[in-house]
């Protein structure tokens, strides 16, 4: 699966998404498809979808197989068919379509760039055959810098992604590792979107507990790599790459007083890897509300940032956009808010997914 060195769109023999526009919008229920204002006033005619997904999986032909015992549940189901019917049902215009856990996470560099391609090579295919409804975060190999920078050129240059889906963790290894320094560049360069998506990392996987690692340790993980970032001073020293963390953050907005007491323990080293302070660096970040659309986390969250710096996400298909969008209304933000929530804030960071 390659494209040519001209730059076309590759031919993807294994994809098989649904081509063209879906169904008739007539028959949708209109509190999925109108915006935030018009919901809170309880209108009822329907409206054309608007919304932008920007926390929302794809699974390639043959990837469960490919990471066979990395990803619990190996019943996963996903197909470009069932993304596209709950798009319809809620409203949603564009996703920007990312590899699910765990990525292409492996010490295997040939099976890692396998990966990448595949993951990135079937999502531009998607958005080829599916105008306007899907774009994608390009896959990247983190741990083969070689193979990583190949592949952002590939990705971001050829198959035009709209930006990259990363993991929060890369075995023993967390985003502000110094390791990664060479990749940063690139993406500082490029000014490049990141999308960050957690996972039970190497540390917690086999923790002796009836709860599931995905219950408490994708939140933590999630906050393990923002301060990674911030307090190497990595977020800092890459200020042209836009962050985007998942499920309001994790649980770093609940352990704030104690992110702020570790910049006042550093003394001289937070003023060199954070000059303009570490509220600075986590009010520059945007942060989707998939699974963190509840009344707790939204609060927390907003107690740090501004709506300017929150998108909508459903984790589809792990959740499905009436969670999402239930979620948000019931917050109770205010219409210009919940409108740039659902769209405006994804337009800033990503133009090209205007429809």
């Not at 204002?37 to 920007?54: C, M, N």
């Not at 926390?55 to 490919?66: A, Q, S």
């Not at 002796?208 to 933590?220: D, I, Q, W």
């Not at 309001?248 to 570790?262: A, D, E």
């Amino acid at each position: 699966m390659s494209a040519s060195a001209s730059g076309a769109r590759p031919a993807c023999a294994r994809c098989a998404p649904r081509r063209g526009f879906l169904g008739a919008l007539g028959a949708l229920g209109a509190a999925a498809l109108l915006p935030g204002e018009l919901l809170a006033q309880g209108a009822k005619k329907p409206g054309k979808p608007y919304r932008i997904d920007v926390h929302h999986h794809l699974m390639y032909p043959g990837y469960l197989e490919e990471v066979s015992g990395r990803r619990a549940g190996s019943t996963f189901k996903w197909s470009p068919e069932m993304s596209l019917e709950d798009m319809d049902k809620s409203g949603i215009a564009v996703s920007v379509l990312s590899l699910i856990q765990p990525s292409a996470v492996t010490a295997d560099l040939e099976k890692g760039r396998r990966i990448a391609r595949l993951s990135n090579e079937y999502g531009a295919q998607l958005a080829h055959d599916n105008k306007g409804r899907f774009a994608s975060f390009a896959t990247l190999p983190l741990l083969d810098t070689d193979g990583a920078l190949k592949e952002i050129a590939y990705a971001l240059d050829t198959l035009k992604a709209d930006g990259v889906g990363l993991m929060t963790s890369y075995q023993d290894k967390y985003l502000g590792d110094t390791a990664f320094a060479p990749v940063w560049e690139e993406l500082n360069r490029r000014k490049a979107v990141i999308y960050t998506h957690p996972l039970s990392p190497d540390c917690c996987r086999n923790i002796k507990s009836e709860v599931p690692p995905a219950v408490v340790e994708y939140a933590t993980d999630t906050t393990r790599t923002i301060a990674s970032l911030v307090f190497s001073g990595t977020a800092a020293r890459y200020p042209g790459i836009r962050w985007i963390f998942s499920h309001s953050g994790g649980t770093m907005p609940f352990l704030l007083s104690r992110f702020t007491r570790h910049e006042t323990d550093l003394k001289e080293k937070a003023a060199e890897r954070m000059p303009k302070g570490l509220m600075y660096e986590l009010r520059k970040f945007y942060y989707d509300t998939a699974q963190g659309n509840h009344a707790g986390a939204l609060a927390a969250l907003m107690k740090i940032v501004t709506p300017s710096q929150v998108l909508f996400g459903t984790d589809f298909p792990f959740r499905d956009g009436a969670e999402e969008i239930g979620g948000l209304t019931a917050f109770r933000f205010k219409p210009k808010d919940l409108r740039a929530i659902e769209r405006e804030n994804a337009l800033k960071l990503m133009p090209t997914l205007k429809t």
